[in-house]
């Protein structure tokens, strides 16, 4: 069983991006995971989380500093939903040079937070991520011509009609994508788990890429078809699994690991990436 030393809140299922009220955080093998009372929480190897705050122009913005063993080197981001940065050391011993490093890029941080905040609804000439490449958005062709995907010179999503109507029809277009290949992926591991599930719900979550309810109803975010292929697959799987355990037993990840997805690489994926893809699109503007 996974056993925390717990304090304070945390919910941090499949995103990379954790609340603000978590404090200090840590367990005795080395992992954190989210809440033990609320399902689906994903396991990352995270063990020492701590938060202050560092003064930015006349704003004073949180950051949460913790320790991730993996990782090679300090890291500094912006949280663009939050509006906290988040720096990350390989130790525990590294976190005070970790801060400073971030209280010496104000200037960086600061553009990033106004940048990031004012969200990216979709314009011409904006890159947007598609299945985890980078696509210029352009637009022409007619009223009811179909989005297109190109890839001839660079990748481009092609999108016709009025400009003022283009965030709405690639917002549109992208949750149908995402159910599209939603509804395959599971599908694929539905049968492979020999589960039958209920239905399939497509949805704007910030806390949650995918969840899945103990009548079988799967829900999954649209943004996840912006993320790669491997990522929008491993959530799948995991939601799927979740049809047989609706909770993270070992026998949960026991049977995960069978189906051939990489839940480390994913954890790690969403921890670097997850936040970005919440500033792309219509309800980032909102
Ligand atoms: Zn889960």
Redesign the pocket.
Known sequence: MQSFLYNGQANT??TGRRQTRLIFWRNKRGYAAGNPAL????VMPVNYITRTEINIGERVVPLVARVNRRAKRLIIKVDPVAGEILVTAPSKRTMPEAIRFANERTDWISGQLSDDLRGKPFIEGLKIPFRGVDHLILNSGGLRAPIRVEHEYLPVIRVGGEPAHINRRLTDWLKSQARQKLVERVDYYCERLGKKRGSLKIRDTRTRWGS?SSDGTLSFSWRLILAPPTILEYVAA??CV?LIHLN?APA?WRQLAALNVDARAAANWFDNFGTTLFSYGASAAQ
């Open positions: 299922d499949l399902d689906h929480s994903i899945c995991h939601e979740h993270h949960f």
